[in-house]
């Protein structure tokens, strides 16, 4: 039986997989190589698992079938002498052939170029830098933005740097001060442009979701005010920061039934600064389109936490471009200098590894501490995937943190009423806006999206306790969460809602946003939706709650990873507690949601 065959007898293709090796060959009229159609078959099944095409020498990272893979290097051999597969040298388009072979990698075409297109237009950014001269100018602003900036500060450096970069990364955990350092690295760029007697630049922010996009706008708002009570700041400069932010996909402007965006290579955004937040969650086509469409001369910052869970969809950019950048701690001596005025002396060298050395500054204090909870010490522990001090630091407990462990079912037992009371507490709310403040209170975090232990099914149970069997699909104090993006609606994917009942008894759903700070919505008219109790891990990325309930499933699972529970126990503010046996624990932080990927190799190479 051939290879192909015994993969799909063993149901670890999927129909589109088999469909297109089965397109290639008919097309060779039945003497197709077979190590050629599973390639192309796992090809295609390595894109829905977040890789951006098949390493030959780890094909079962797309595909677990229980078979004897063929050597790497013949494998490889076998693909160059195949007409359906493309050589294409690093730098060059990758023709007409559906498949392309680089660097021990199978990609289906389109990817391979979405790989080459970003890489390449990542370098063009980077490549482009902005004037230094008018640095000196702003140390007296700068001096007061950054009081430690001479001591070493993370923030001020990444500042400092911002003005020298039309390309840079600021990574960080969760509350280590990316917002309000981006806030202040606004302002200096405003300021230097009125120094300058520039027009101001024109700003634009934004995330891959319309929650992220949101919770940025807040946190961006805050810092402005912050910024108002220093003294020495402008508030005319003030008034001139966003106190917005968009989608991704709002600001490159969607085009109805297209991948493509009003915004491309030839129709650039009309910005002089992109500013984009939680870009771990950006996948490889949208960052691709993203960075096309930045114009010449203009700046891209990218915030986020690249330990975080990558994006759903084919990807893992920001962890390979952070690779690509290097840690950043020090910097090219003539960038050290020229920031001398604003940084003090600083380590300096010329250890320049590629084209995005020294466009990364990894945030690393953390300044959003909570009275009630003590989550540092275990974020770091699951992000490191050190099992012993994950094990031991939630058995010997932490503040705000319960392991309740082996407990499979937090609706059965000890901890349902708690759940619950949480949620009649909220069902028994008449105001829409206190319904949704209350919303963000309590959440339910598992891992799985199906089965007893997913995401549907607690969602269901949890709706039939509060609601009972026969209830109305829109019973008052319903939380909803939105799966698709609608410009129509301007709700997104990930939204979350209230439903509540009117004066009449009608239902009606209730999302943030608008003048008034609510927006209705009839339910039947919503885009896709389900409940919102209870939510995939995957799917509370870029939201927060007081209190997080993380349920891990009896088994261990291919999902589970260590960046899965890092982003699940980070999503936090007050109380965390963890549902998990020690050995399903364990095997998640054994694992690594990292995605197959040549981005980083290329964007490595000068
Ligand atoms: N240098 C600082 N000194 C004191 N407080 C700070 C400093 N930087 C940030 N903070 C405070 O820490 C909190 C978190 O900051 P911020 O929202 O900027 O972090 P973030 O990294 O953007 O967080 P998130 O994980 O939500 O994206 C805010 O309350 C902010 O005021």
Redesign the pocket.
């Known amino acids: 039986m051939s290879l192909l065959d015994a993969l799909l007898r063993q149901g670890a293709l999927r129909a589109i997989d088999h469909a297109l090796a089965q397109s290639l060959r008919r097309l060779d009229e039945g003497n197709a190589d077979d190590r050629v159609l599973v390639a192309a078959a796992l090809a295609s099944a390595a894109v829905a698992r977040g890789h951006a095409g098949v390493d030959l020498a780890r094909p079962q990272l797309a595909c677990e079938g229980n078979v004897e893979w063929p050597d790497a290097a013949e494998w490889a051999d076998a693909l160059r002498g195949s007409r359906w597969v493309a050589q294409p040298p690093a730098d060059a388009a990758a023709g007409q052939a559906p498949l392309a072979i680089e660097n021990g990698m199978v990609y289906l075409r389109r990817y391979r170029e979405y790989e080459r297109r970003l890489a390449s237009g990542l370098r063009r950014i980077a490549a482009a830098t902005p004037g230094s001269s008018g640095v000196a100018a702003l140390a007296p602003l700068f001096a007061t933005l950054f009081p430690?900036a001479r001591d070493g500060?993370r923030?001020a450096r990444a500042a400092a740097l911002a003005l020298l970069r039309s390309l840079l990364l600021i990574t960080?955990?969760?509350?280590?001060?990316?917002?309000?350092?981006?806030?202040r690295v606004l302002l200096l760029l405003l300021a230097q442009a009125r120094l300058e007697g520039r027009p101001l630049p024109r700003i634009a922010l934004a995330a891959p979701t319309g929650r992220a996009a949101e919770?940025?706008a807040e946190?961006l708002r805050?810092?402005t005010e912050?910024l108002r009570t220093l003294s020495g700041v402008d508030a005319a400069l003030c008034d001139a920061l966003p106190d917005s932010a968009s989608t991704l996909h709002r600001l490159l402007g969607t085009i109805p039934d297209s991948p493509r965006f009003r915004h491309d290579a030839d129709h650039p955004l009309p910005l002089d600064v992109i500013v984009v937040?939680?870009a771990s969650m950006v996948d490889l086509p949208l960052m691709c389109k993203l960075v096309e469409a930045v114009p010449e001369g203009a700046r891209l910052i990218l915030?986020g936490?690249r330990d975080q869970l990558p994006s759903v969809e084919a990807g893992d950019v920001l962890a390979a471009i952070t690779d690509a950048a290097g840690e950043g701690e020090t910097l090219p001596p003539a960038v050290a200098a020229t920031l001398a005025p604003l940084l003090g002396e600083v380590q300096a060298d010329d250890a320049s590894v590629g084209p995005l050395s020294g466009h990364r500054v990894q945030?690393q204090?953390?300044?959003?501490q909570s009275a009630s909870l003590d989550l540092a010490p275990l974020a770091d522990a699951m992000r490191g995937g050190d099992a012993d001090t994950t094990l031991q630091l939630l058995r010997e407990g932490l503040r705000g943190v319960r392991f309740h462990e082996d407990v499979s079912d937090p609706l059965a037992g000890a901890a349902r009423e708690t759940l619950l009371s949480s949620w009649r507490e909220m069902m028994a709310l008449q105001e829409p806006q206190l319904a949704l403040q209350h919303a963000a209170r309590l959440r339910l975090l598992t891992a799985l999206r199906d089965g007893a232990q997913g995401a549907g099914v607690l969602n269901q149970r949890i709706e039939e306790a509060l609601a009972g069997a026969q209830r109305d699909p829109y019973f008052h104090g319903r939380l909803l969460l939105v799966t698709e993006n609608s410009y129509r609606h301007g709700l997104f994917n990930g939204d979350i809602g209230v439903c509540q009942h009117d004066a009449a008894g009608v239902p009606v759903a209730w999302f943030a946003g608008g003048s008034e700070g609510v927006r209705a919505f009839h339910p039947a008219s919503l885009p896709a939706h389900t409940g919102a109790f209870a939510m995939t891990v995957h799917k509370a990325q870029g939201s927060?709650f007081d209190t997080v309930w993380l349920l891990l499933p009896r088994q261990d699972a291919r999902t589970l990873s260590r960046e899965l529970l890092y982003t699940a126990v980070?999503r936090a503010r007050r109380e965390l507690h963890v549902c998990a046996s020690e050995d399903v624990l364990r095997a998640a932080l054994a694992r690594h949601a990292a995605r197959v990927s040549g981005l980083a190799s290329r964007l490595r190479t000068p």
């Open positions: 430690n500060d923030q960080g955990g969760p509350g280590t001060g990316k917002t309000t350092t981006i806030t919770r940025v946190s805050a810092a912050q937040d939680e915030l936490d945030l204090r953390g300044f959003r927060e980070t």
